[in-house]
């Protein structure tokens, strides 16, 4: 199963990811990255893989990763 891995330095935390999640498997952190934003963190026991994530990043930070197997 594909799921969802972000890519913390490019995240500007606008919250779309959150937002927009509809198994709600992810949450801004407590973790700022190298520009001073908080970055999302995924439950991966939640996500489904689905990349409606990685569709409405405005920034690229969201990336879909296939599972190999």
């Known amino acids: 199963m594909n799921k969802a ?3 913390a330095n490019l995240c ?4 779309y990811c959150v937002k927009f999640c509809p198994k709600k498997a992810i949450s801004i952190g407590g ?3 190298s520009k001073g934003h908080y970055y999302p963190v995924i439950d991966l026991s939640l996500c489904i893989g689905c990349g409606t994530c990685a569709v409405v990043c405005p920034e690229a930070a969201m990336e879909i990763l296939k599972e190999e197997g």
């Open 31 to 33: 973790k700022r990255n």
């Open 12 to 15: 500007k935390s606008c919250g």
């Open 5 to 7: 891995s972000v890519v």
